[in-house]
């Protein structure tokens, strides 16, 4: 089989440059090893981190490259690799601007603050949101959609983005909360009822959704179940792909280049171990076709992997629980509970508090590995349970004994009886609550300055004071989750350039090789200067390298 391009992987990515390939008038095969598409972009928030973007006047925002570049000098440092920078730079905002005009995808703004609050050219509105989708709109492709983590939402299968979900926890103290949740509820029951699972897509789910919609829409071959296996290189060149479908061999030839977005190596446990710190302390919450392909092909093709980076994969705190049948439910803390007031993580080693719990995931990871935590205990009171959920733990009026009931939080009359049953010093644990308990009155926290910066502040609750993060506990029965440090994604991936060419071990580029997404180093080296510095690049140097093949000749 013959293309101009093809397309390794269906995330954000790999998505993003065979939309923009297809529409440049090019032939693309889009070629997933698993049956869904959508990648780690489907199990995602979806967020995308895209500096001087046009939504941001919405919020009365004012940003430029010059003050992004100022920013990214300052959290990137010597990690800062100029030509990238300037090619995301110039080429992000273009990048969103096309496909709000040419395709399905439609972001939002949002106030989420950049990672680094106090670093020079920081600012709010660079992280967009992806606007929900009705995925009746999708046609047949439905049900071709990578389905999001079921814990996330309610139910089995309505999913809810953090503004809707926060809203329809105040069902019950306004009429707009409660016309909000009738009206989802109402949806939601239709949809069961008719022998699907909910129809709206949100967080990355709807972002999958919207560009998976578009692929199919640009007239491009998306064939699901194709495993790509090794490059086909004729003098140097890359000319194709050999794939496996279901235990037979296909090979695709490409007249212009084949681009890697494979999703990283999340799910190869191998690669983790030698790649991810603690890797065996946590889990990753990425599918199950991450298992490398895309870097595998490339190196073998005389491309590089980048271990150099300042970390190799997105952290993030995680719970787990074992259903009946084996299978593991893995669940991301990234919203409510741990930021919002009236919860502590503790090291399980010290009873001890260790980091700003409202601090954002990355900061979580980097400083678990720098102190050595491999298991955490998240402590609640029956208040912020109640009020913001706990993991997989839903808010009221859902009920939490069934979870206890489950072995997946413990439950206690005090934070004595609490300490013994998860095997933590008492006297300590008592120590570090009440000690806690008075920064929460005071509104300070002097031992990690929760709720101290804008971002910490602003994913607390704004309506709790004096600190939307800061809260005591003291209401029982009180409550323990056992953490562990996981990760969201890899990031080492092939080394390129501004191109998004892989480059070779001369540092000149392979012919007719790209990478995008986590199979392409990411440029942000493993720093992380706010939400969606992963998915902004990798659409961005999808964008990018789909642009060059347009330019190149057969």
């Known amino acids: 089989m013959q293309a101009d391009v093809i397309v390794i992987g269906s995330g954000a990515g790999g998505l993003t440059a065979a939309i923009t390939a297809a529409k440049a008038g090019l032939q693309v095969t889009l070629l997933e090893a698993t049956p869904v598409f959508g990648g780690t972009t489907a199990l995602s928030g979806g967020g995308v981190w895209i500096p001087a973007n046009h939504h941001q006047p919405e919020l009365g925002v004012s940003d430029s490259r010059a003050e992004a570049a100022t920013y990214l000098r300052a959290v990137l440092g010597n990690f800062y690799d100029a030509a990238k920078v300037d090619a995301f730079l110039e080429n992000a905002p273009k990048m969103l601007e096309y496909l709000e005009q040419n395709t399905d995808l439609r972001l939002t703004a949002s106030t989420i603050p950049d990672y680094a609050p106090g670093q020079p050219g920081w600012k709010t509105g660079r992280c967009l949101l992806t606007a929900d989708y009705d995925a009746r709109e999708m046609g047949p492709w439905f049900k071709k959609l990578r389905p999001p983590i079921q814990e996330m939402g309610l139910f089995s299968s309505m999913q809810l983005s953090p503004a809707d979900a926060f809203m329809m926890s105040m069902w019950n103290k306004s009429f707009a909360a409660l016309k909000l949740t009738t009206k989802r509820m109402l949806g939601y029951a239709r949809d069961r009822a008719l022998g699907r699972r909910g129809s709206v897509l949100a967080n990355g789910n709807a972002l999958a959704g919207r560009l998976l919609k578009s692929a199919a829409d640009a007239g491009m071959l998306l064939l699901s179940e194709h495993r790509a296996q090794e490059l086909l290189l004729e003098n140097g060149i890359v000319i194709g792909v050999r794939a496996n479908h279901r235990g037979g061999t296909v090979n695709f030839f490409a007249r212009r280049g084949v681009i890697l977005a494979s999703g990283g190596f999340g799910a190869n446990t191998e690669m983790r171990r030698k790649y991810v710190a603690q890797a065996d302390a946590g889990w990753s919450l990425q599918p199950e076709g991450s298992q490398g392909d895309g870097i595998n092909m490339g190196i073998t093709a005389g491309g590089t992997l980048n271990e150099g980076n300042a970390a190799n994969g997105i952290w993030v705190p995680a719970s787990a629980l074992k259903h009946k049948d084996g299978t593991l439910a893995k669940f991301p803390s990234l919203f409510f509970d741990r930021h919002c007031p009236g919860s502590i993580m503790v090291d399980a080693r010290t009873a001890q508090r260790f980091v700003d719990e ?39 009026p859902f009920p939490i004994s069934p979870w206890v009931k489950k072995g997946y939080i413990v439950e206690a009359g005090s934070i004595r009886a609490l300490a013994e049953k998860i095997g933590l010093d008492a006297a300590a644990l008592e120590q570090t609550v009440a000690t806690f308990n008075t920064y929460a009155d005071a509104g300070h926290d002097p031992d ?80 992380y200067p706010g939400g969606g510095s992963s998915i902004g690049p990798a659409m961005t140097f999808g964008y990018i390298a789909a642009r060059h093949l347009a330019a190149s000749p057969d």
Not at 369 to 396: E, R
């Open 358 to 396: 409202s601090f954002h995931y990355q900061n979580f990871g980097t400083t678990t590995q720098a102190k050595g935590v491999t298991k955490i205990w998240q402590i609640n009171d029956h208040t912020a349970v109640q009020k913001y959920g706990l993991g997989m733990v839903k808010p009221a």
């Open 448 to 527: 990690f300055n929760r709720g101290g910066n804008e971002y910490s502040a602003y994913m607390g609750d704004a309506s709790h004071k004096p600190n939307p993060a800061l809260g005591a506990l003291r209401t029982p029965p009180f409550y323990a989750l056992e953490i562990r440090p996981s990760d969201l994604s890899t990031l080492a991936g092939l080394d390129t350039n501004e191109h998004a060419q892989v480059l070779g071990p001369n540092g000149a580029p392979i012919p007719g090789l790209y990478a995008a997404g986590l199979d392409n180093n990411t440029m942000m080296r493993g720093r």
